[in-house]
């Protein structure tokens, strides 16, 4: 386990690492350089850089958690890439559902793939679903996961590079909206407009809506937000002010 700074999680758990780039929010993929580092550090597990690989020997780790944990699953992968084995997959599922003490979030952009999956797979209530979106291009994936049957189903549009235009056919089914902006060189802009029209569609439905970041300062219309000081409590990359209020909604525990 390790202690997360995404500010809508508490630690991640990596049993797979690596992933292969699918759709355009892949750009500027994080886990990418960040895999290739920790393999020139000379971690073992990181010993083929961003090339997918499984780890067994993670799957027993949630079961000595002492404390209920919020659980990223695979912050440096995609636990549904084609190379990763349906038994892995099931393996991964049989230790969350035997560890309900502890929420699981899955966030993926490979939705196609956990629907063929997912009428094998137990959705233990402890099991939250989430797709990636960055962009209207991608909305099948919300299409697919309204499908799925996991108690609490989310939208990580991070990072949001256009704008979501057919949210208000899906927002009904969905419990949670996490929304950010790029960060790093070469960022690519969000824009104030795309992330009010997916907040106010949140409000109207009494979904949860999570503001995590501008990505960068240039990308945040209000210079004078105090969150983009690094020493703020609040700080994320590039200030989470939106009209001068910070979302940090989360959807109800089920546990
Ligand atoms: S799916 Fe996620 S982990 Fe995989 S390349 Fe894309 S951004 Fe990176």
């Not at 409590?233 to 939106?242: F, I």
């Amino acid at each position: 386990m390790s202690i997360s700074n995404i500010e809508w999680t508490e630690i991640t758990w990596n049993p797979t690492t690596g992933c292969t780039k699918i759709s355009d929010g892949c750009v500027f993929c994080y886990a990418q350089p960040l895999s290739l580092r920790l393999k020139a550090m000379g971690l073992e597990k990181y010993r083929n850089g961003f090339k997918l690989t499984i780890h067994p020997q993670e799957l027993n780790k949630p079961y000595f958690w002492k404390k209920p944990k919020t659980v990223f699953v695979n912050s440096m992968s995609d636990l549904f890439h084609h190379e990763v084995p349906d038994e892995f997959i099931k393996s991964v599922f049989n230790v969350m559902n035997e560890t309900p003490q502890h929420n699981y979030q899955l966030l993926t952009k490979r939705s196609e793939r956990v629907l063929n999956i997912a009428g094998q797979l137990n959705w233990t209530n402890n099991i939250w679903l989430g797709v990636s979106v960055e962009n209207e291009r991608v909305t099948s994936r919300i299409n697919d996961l309204i499908k799925i049957p996991a108690s609490i189903k989310f939208l990580s549009c991070e990072p949001l590079i256009g704008p979501i235009t057919t949210l208000d056919k899906y927002i009904d089914k969905l419990d949670w909206v996490i929304v950010g902006g790029e960060s790093g060189a070469g960022a690519r802009p969000i824009e104030k407009n795309w992330v009010d029209v997916i907040k106010e569609i949140c409000q109207k439905h009494h979904v949860p809506f999570f503001f995590k970041q501008w990505g960068t300062k240039k990308f945040n219309i209000n210079i004078y937000d105090p969150t983009i000081d690094t020493s703020h409590p609040d700080h994320a990359k590039g200030g989470c002010q939106l009209d001068g209020k910070i979302y940090r909604e989360m959807p109800v525990l089920q546990i």
